[in-house]
């Protein structure tokens, strides 16, 4: 089961479907995997404090996940996205809100799942992982400009 909470209005002022597209994302990065998610659609203040409390970065980013522990299963975890970070990086890197929430969304979901991107090569088979997922969603490759920026 996906639950989305929604704790910022902006998510749904700018994208009335957000809460779909949230889920049909999570859905589809859990494939066959059994187990629910939370996804929170968070303003930029919220992510900053949990980032500050579990990471020691006292900054905002885009998407943050929080395993669960075993003991808690079939939670997995949850998802945390802030609104004004994904919103301007969205707009930054030429992609559309629904597209860069989609993406979103599937990356923090692996990460649940297990998935990390913490050398070349895991960052490799995450990106291959993702860009399948998307694909199936109808996203287009979030990872294209830079791949042509490289060649």
Same mark, same amino acid.
């Given at each position: 089961?996906?639950?989305?909470?929604?704790?910022?209005?902006?998510?749904?002022?700018?994208?009335?479907?957000?809460?779909?597209?949230?889920?049909?994302? =999570?859905?589809?990065?859990?494939?066959?995997?059994? @187990? !629910? &998610? $939370?996804?929170?659609? #968070?303003?930029? +203040? *919220?992510?900053?404090?949990?980032?500050?409390?579990?990471?020691?970065?006292?900054?905002?980013?885009?998407?943050?996940?929080?395993? =669960?522990?075993?003991?808690?299963?079939?939670?997995? @975890? !949850? &998802? $945390?996205?802030?609104? #004004?970070?994904? +919103? *301007?990086?969205?707009?930054?890197?030429?992609?559309?809100?629904?597209?860069?929430?989609?993406?979103?969304?599937?990356?923090?979901?692996?990460?649940?799942?297990?998935?990390?991107?913490?050398? !070349?090569?895991?960052?490799?088979?995450?990106?291959?992982?993702?860009?399948?997922?998307?694909?199936?969603?109808?996203?287009?490759?979030?990872?294209?400009?830079?791949?042509?920026?490289?060649?």
């Amino acid at each position: 089961m996906i639950e989305v909470e929604i704790d910022s209005e902006a998510w749904t002022e700018a994208l009335p479907e957000a809460a779909a597209i949230a889920e049909r994302a =999570a859905l589809a990065a859990l494939g066959t995997v059994e @187990g !629910d &998610v $939370v996804v929170l659609l #968070a303003d930029d +203040a *919220a992510v900053q404090d949990l980032n500050a409390r579990f990471r020691d970065k006292d900054r905002p980013t885009n998407v943050l996940s929080f395993p =669960a522990a075993e003991s808690a299963l079939p939670h997995l @975890g !949850d &998802v $945390v996205l802030g609104y #004004a970070y994904c +919103a *301007a990086e969205a707009q930054a890197q030429g992609k559309t809100l629904s597209d860069h929430l989609s993406h979103l969304v599937v990356h923090g979901v692996l990460h649940l799942l297990g998935r990390d991107h913490e050398d !070349d090569a895991e960052a490799e088979e995450m990106e291959a992982e993702e860009r399948e997922i998307l694909g199936e969603l109808g996203v287009a490759d979030p990872y294209a400009a830079e791949h042509e920026g490289a060649a």
